[in-house]
């Protein structure tokens, strides 16, 4: 039987090898077959494989921008408004007062045209809708993306005090 030279290199200097050397055929019928211990890996469906490096959000959210335009269509059955075509940001209210028995305000656009809006009205480019007026804050509600695709309804206010400041 022929040994690896670095084997009989290592057994001559007194090193005990790490390897078993080889054994007779007849000693290989008591050793039991390693590959019956393999576990099979499981098929990977490679076409739906999400790309780890790949945002989870740039694959979610044109879901969620399709749900949000079907509900803004849903929602638009309504008249369009005027503030509609503006962001909230670029609005200012200015006073809230009330006439003819209800609560309204006055909203100033960002060439400083006012306008009236009382409880239902719609104003900023995501569907917000006016759901109270109060002394001195306006509460809307919109309809927007949050990070996961789904479309969510979040308040946002308008107070005078923001004018002032």
Known sequence: MKYPIWLIA???LGVTPLLAAPTPASDQADIP?????MIKA???DFANLRDPFASYLAR?????R???RENRMRLSNHKREKLEDFDLDTLKLVAI?????????MIEDSQSKGYIVR???YLGKHNGKIEKLDDSTVFLVEQVLNPAGDV???????TMKEVNE
């Open 152 to 158: 969510i309804d979040r308040q946002v206010t308008l």
């Open 42 to 44: 499981p098929e990977i």
């Open 97 to 105: 007062f009330s006439m003819g028995g209800e609560r309204v305000a």
């Open 60 to 64: 979610v959210a044109p879901q969620g």
């Open 66 to 68: 399709s749900t949000l």
């Open 10 to 12: 290592g057994l001559s």
């Open 33 to 37: 077959d390693a590959m019956q211990h």
């Open 119 to 121: 409880r239902g009205s």
